[in-house]
């Protein structure tokens, strides 16, 4: 069996699918009308039924539908249509792996071998309805024994169509003609059988083949059989796209983060049902903000803002997606009005991990991943060198003093490190950076030390311990004399690390023992 | 008359727990891996605010008795160390065995903010508490002026006291002097005597560490446990 899904007024619905949910309820009850075309004379190419009722026609101008009373205008945008003939693709793919993506609002899917996990044909047809629904979809559903029977049914009925194996004919019989008309090449035959007299599907499948033949050639009898429901075709199936990517482009730019979380929201509930489809998750998220570019300043010369957020953790919820989008785009103010918004997410498998008796508890991950960056939005992202401000630390194979990184923390409980067995040494407190100070030498020994504005005798000294590293590379080179030294200050003996510099030729207290 | 067993028992009816006697949960805690100091605190307290003090100039070992008990909580817990001043050692912290893995590091001050590093500590370790899932909760405030924390208002304290009560999780504050007062169920002050020196390295630190404030123990004149703690190179 194959069924058909059809969507009415594609490009009407792909504009109004990433609106919010009640919204788009309302929308739906009002006259609304797709423009094309050049910008100083759009003309209509799509309209849905309150928009027909209300006299908008096909091919009007803007100005021809603005006499036929208010409605609601947009133009046509033909990444939403591509995003949405996914997303029809991927509602499709949850039910059967084989799927023609037959037309623009139009896929065809085999359910052969599918009963046994869904249920009945009308179970599926009703189950594919509600999942439509979820993607944003109101569609025709029709089920046949071949795909062009499910196509036009689809085409001709509203709701739900079973045609049973056998019954096609009779089923198709009430269908005007013009349901065939699926490309303007045909529109030349059915003037020829509207002049014939013949306007159903029933008048043209009682019509004797050969003489349809000799007046309408081979196209006449492909005709003849879809009325019929006798053509049988094997499906094309559709390549499935690993992109999960919607976007969205304002009619007019949008200046305030509110504007954009209605449409932020909405993209990212949609990226997480296709990648649900596929029972998949996002380790990495990312968006690009096309910004109005007449707006932009020359010397800023940017004209996009990108952010790749990269998760420890595959997560399905767009909610959480949604919050991290929103706290960075909170912390940065973009310098011109919004034009577009594009959202493409990483599709990675889903990590099911069980818990254990025995593990330690640990921050939900989810939830660590929303409060770690909002605790970003108060410390920053990354100091003046690079590194990340928030995760977790680790030490670097280097003798260079000071040398770690910051990895992202993830809450999950890894493999312990291969650090040593926990036992209390001294431990060094760093000032970052260093502090610059003059050092009293006897000798080749430190006797006295400027720290804080204060000369502090030298109480004791260890040292030099030489090092150096990168002496190929002009730029990271490094060489120093170091010394541990104790010191006599206001509060008791202080130990501390400092540092001759024998490149800049400078002194540095590098941090104290505590 | 009625008797007081029958008292008791009309009693026991209205009331069930009238005569039960309040067990007070037993008190866990994370040991901070030096055995004179757990010998008389029982290590760090769970569910409660804990002050670790000592000198900002002089040494006194308070960083190194943190980094001691990260080690130790890191082994079991999940730990989050908020650095006020970016003053975290990963290499002292990586040879005292601290589970790298396990421990979020939060380095405030370092990017041009409208909060002040210690705001954004409190702010941060606000957040951190909310979140839940960590053992282990340090904040190290020590690099940053007396007269500087002191403007940290009481109600401050409170909060965190009132916070924390309720987690599974130990909250330690490290500063160069007590400031939760009575929010604080153990205060630590740390000092260092004369170090060893063993030739012209220095070889270890002799630490004493008294007991200010405890909620379980009573603190005794005598509680001022003496300790060494060797270099890392000794």
Same mark, same amino acid.
């Given at each position: 069996?194959?069924?058909?899904?059809?969507?009415?007024?594609?490009?009407?619905?792909?504009?109004?699918?990433?609106?919010?949910?009640?919204? %788009?309820?309302?929308?739906?009850?009002?006259?609304?009308?797709?423009?094309?075309?050049?910008?100083?004379?759009?003309?209509?190419?799509?309209?849905?039924?309150?928009?027909?009722?209300?006299?908008?026609?096909?091919?009007?101008?803007?100005?021809?539908?603005?006499?036929?009373?208010?409605?609601?205008?947009?133009?046509?945008?033909?990444?939403?249509?591509?995003?949405?003939?996914?997303?029809?693709?991927?509602?499709?793919?949850?039910?059967?792996?084989?799927?023609?993506?037959?037309?623009?609002?139009?896929? #065809?899917?085999?359910?052969?071998?599918?009963?046994?996990?869904?249920?009945?044909?009308?179970?599926?047809?009703?189950?594919?309805?509600?999942?439509?629904?979820?993607?944003?979809?109101?569609? $025709?559903?029709?089920?046949?024994?071949?795909?062009?029977?499910?196509?036009?049914?689809?085409?001709?009925?509203?709701?739900?169509?079973?045609?049973?194996?056998?019954?096609?004919?009779?089923?198709?019989?009430?269908?005007?003609? &013009?349901?065939?008309?699926?490309?303007?090449?045909?529109?030349?035959?059915?003037?020829?059988?509207?002049?014939?007299?013949?306007?159903?599907?029933?008048?043209?499948?009682?019509? @004797?083949?050969?003489?349809?033949?000799?007046?309408?050639?081979?196209?006449?009898?492909?005709?003849?059989?879809?009325?019929?429901?006798?053509?049988?075709?094997?499906?094309?199936?559709?390549?499935?796209?690993?992109?999960?990517?919607?976007?969205?482009?304002?009619?007019?730019?949008?200046?305030?983060?509110?504007?954009?979380?209605?449409?932020?929201?909405?993209?990212?509930?949609?990226?997480?049902? %296709?990648?649900?489809?596929?029972?998949?998750?996002?380790?990495?998220?990312?968006?690009?903000?096309?910004?109005?570019?007449?707006?932009?300043?020359?010397?800023?010369?940017?004209?996009?803002?990108?952010?790749?957020?990269?998760?420890?953790?595959? #997560?399905?919820? @767009?909610?959480?997606?949604?919050?991290?989008?929103?706290?960075?785009?909170?912390?940065?103010?973009?310098?011109?009005?919004?034009?577009?918004?594009?959202? /493409?997410?990483?599709?990675?498998? @889903?990590?099911?991990?069980?818990?254990?008796?025995?593990?330690?508890?640990?921050? /939900?991950?989810?939830?660590?991943?929303?409060?770690?960056?909002?605790?970003?939005?108060?410390?920053?992202?990354?100091?003046? $060198?690079?590194? +990340?401000?928030?995760?977790?630390?680790?030490?670097?194979?280097?003798?260079?003093?000071?040398?770690?990184?910051?990895?992202?923390?993830?809450?999950?409980?890894?493999?312990?490190?291969?650090?040593?067995?926990?036992?209390?040494?001294?431990?060094?407190?760093?000032?970052?950076?260093?502090?610059?100070?003059?050092?009293?030498?006897?000798?080749?020994?430190?006797?006295?030390?400027?720290?804080?504005?204060?000369?502090?005798?030298?109480?004791?000294?260890?040292?030099?311990?030489?090092?150096?590293?990168?002496?190929?590379?002009?730029?990271?080179?490094?060489?120093?004399?170091?010394?541990?030294?104790?010191?006599?200050?206001?509060?008791?003996?202080?130990?501390?690390?400092?540092?001759? &510099?024998?490149?800049?030729? /400078?002194?540095?207290?590098?941090?104290?023992?505590? | 008359?009625?008797?007081?067993?029958?008292?008791?028992?009309?009693?026991?009816?209205?009331?069930?727990?009238?005569?039960?006697?309040? /067990?007070?949960?037993?008190?866990?805690? #994370?040991?901070?891996?030096?055995?004179?100091?757990?010998?008389?605190? +029982?290590?760090?307290?769970?569910?409660?605010?804990?002050?670790?003090?000592?000198?900002?100039?002089?040494?006194?070992?308070?960083?190194?008795?943190?980094?001691?008990?990260?080690?130790?909580?890191?082994?079991?817990?999940?730990?989050?160390?908020?650095?006020?001043?970016?003053?975290?050692?990963?290499?002292?912290?990586?040879?005292?065995?601290?589970?790298?893995?396990?421990?979020?590091?939060?380095?405030?001050?370092?990017?041009?903010?409208?909060?002040?590093?210690?705001?954004?500590?409190?702010?941060?370790?606000?957040?951190?508490?909310?979140?839940?899932?960590?053992?282990?909760?340090?904040?190290?405030?020590?690099?940053?002026?007396?007269?500087?924390?002191?403007?940290?208002?009481?109600?401050?304290?409170?909060?965190?006291?009132?916070?924390?009560?309720?987690?599974?999780?130990?909250?330690?504050?490290?500063?160069?002097? @007590?400031?939760?007062?009575?929010?604080?169920?153990?205060?630590?002050?740390?000092?260092? $005597?004369?170090?060893?020196?063993?030739?012209?390295?220095?070889?270890?630190?002799?630490?004493? +560490?008294?007991?200010?404030?405890? %909620?379980?123990?009573?603190?005794?004149?005598?509680?001022?446990?003496?300790?060494?703690?060797?270099?890392?190179?000794?």
């Amino acid at each position: 069996m194959f069924t058909c899904l059809f969507t009415p007024d594609f490009s009407v619905q792909a504009a109004l699918r990433l609106e919010p949910e009640d919204r %788009r309820e309302v929308l739906k009850q009002f006259p609304i009308a797709i423009l094309d075309g050049p910008a100083s004379l759009p003309r209509v190419m799509a309209t849905n039924e309150p928009a027909r009722l209300a006299g908008i026609e096909i091919d009007m101008t803007k100005m021809q539908v603005e006499t036929c009373g208010r409605a609601w205008l947009r133009r046509r945008s033909p990444a939403n249509e591509n995003a949405a003939q996914m997303a029809l693709l991927d509602c499709a793919n949850s039910f059967s792996p084989r799927v023609e993506s037959t037309a623009p609002g139009t896929v #065809i899917l085999d359910l052969a071998g599918t009963e046994k996990l869904f249920g009945r044909v009308q179970v599926i047809a009703q189950k594919i309805a509600l999942r439509a629904a979820e993607f944003g979809f109101e569609l $025709n559903v029709a089920i046949a024994s071949n795909p062009d029977t499910a196509f036009y049914a689809a085409r001709g009925f509203t709701g739900i169509t079973i045609v049973p194996s056998g019954e096609e004919a009779e089923r198709l019989a009430s269908l005007p003609v &013009d349901v065939l008309s699926t490309s303007p090449e045909m529109l030349g035959t059915l003037e020829i059988l509207d002049s014939w007299g013949i306007r159903t599907f029933r008048a043209l499948a009682l019509l @004797p083949p050969v003489p349809v033949v000799e007046r309408l050639g081979q196209e006449g009898l492909r005709l003849q059989k879809i009325a019929r429901g006798e053509t049988r075709r094997p499906l094309a199936p559709a390549e499935i796209s690993a992109d999960f990517i919607e976007s969205f482009e304002f009619e007019d730019p949008v200046e305030t983060l509110e504007s954009l979380t209605f449409i932020l929201n909405r993209l990212l509930q949609q990226v997480c049902v %296709r990648l649900a489809s596929h029972s998949l998750a996002t380790n990495e998220l990312r968006l690009k903000l096309e910004l109005e570019a007449r707006q932009i300043k020359k010397e800023q010369n940017k004209e996009f803002y990108e952010r790749a957020w990269k998760l420890p953790l595959p #997560i399905q919820d @767009p909610k959480i997606l949604f919050r991290l989008v929103y706290l960075d785009l909170e912390g940065n103010t973009q310098p011109a009005p919004i034009q577009k918004i594009i959202v /493409q997410a990483m599709a990675v498998k @889903p990590r099911f991990a069980q818990s254990g008796l025995f593990t330690p508890a640990s921050p /939900q991950t989810e939830q660590l991943e929303i409060t770690l960056a909002r605790i970003r939005g108060v410390t920053g992202n990354t100091d003046e $060198n690079g590194v +990340a401000c928030v995760g977790s630390p680790r030490v670097v194979d280097s003798h260079k003093p000071d040398s770690f990184t910051v990895q992202p923390f993830s809450g999950i409980d890894e493999e312990l490190d291969s650090s040593p067995s926990s036992s209390p040494v001294i431990s060094l407190r760093i000032f970052r950076p260093a502090l610059e100070t003059t050092v009293g030498l006897a000798g080749e020994k430190p006797c006295s030390i400027t720290l804080h504005k204060k000369l502090l005798r030298v109480l004791a000294a260890s040292g030099p311990w030489r090092s150096s590293g990168n002496w190929w590379n002009a730029s990271s080179a490094w060489t120093r004399d170091e010394w541990d030294v104790a010191l006599k200050t206001a509060e008791g003996v202080g130990f501390y690390r400092i540092y001759l &510099d024998r490149i800049k030729n /400078q002194w540095f207290v590098e941090g104290t023992f505590d | 008359m009625p008797s007081a067993a029958t008292l008791r028992a009309s009693i026991e009816t209205q009331i069930p727990s009238a005569f039960v006697v309040y /067990q007070r949960p037993e008190q866990r805690s #994370i040991p901070t891996g030096i055995p004179q100091i757990d010998s008389v605190t +029982a290590g760090v307290p769970i569910s409660t605010l804990t002050e670790i003090c000592g000198s900002g100039l002089a040494s006194s070992g308070k960083t190194t008795v943190m980094i001691s008990l990260l080690a130790q909580a890191t082994q079991k817990y999940f730990c989050a160390l908020v650095d006020a001043n970016d003053s975290f050692d990963p290499s002292s912290a990586h040879v005292a065995g601290v589970n790298f893995s396990r421990l979020l590091w939060v380095r405030c001050g370092k990017n041009q903010s409208k909060l002040k590093p210690m705001e954004q500590a409190f702010k941060t370790i606000d957040m951190l508490l909310q979140s839940g899932g960590f053992g282990l909760l340090v904040v190290d405030l020590s690099s940053f002026p007396e007269r500087l924390v002191r403007k940290a208002p009481m109600t401050t304290w409170f909060r965190f006291s009132r916070v924390v009560e309720k987690q599974r999780a130990a909250l330690v504050f490290l500063s160069q002097q @007590p400031h939760a007062t009575s929010c604080a169920g153990l205060v630590l002050h740390l000092k260092a $005597n004369p170090a060893v020196w063993s030739g012209n390295l220095l070889a270890q630190f002799q630490l004493e +560490a008294e007991v200010v404030r405890s %909620r379980e123990k009573k603190p005794t004149q005598s509680a001022k446990p003496n300790f060494s703690v060797p270099s890392q190179w000794a």
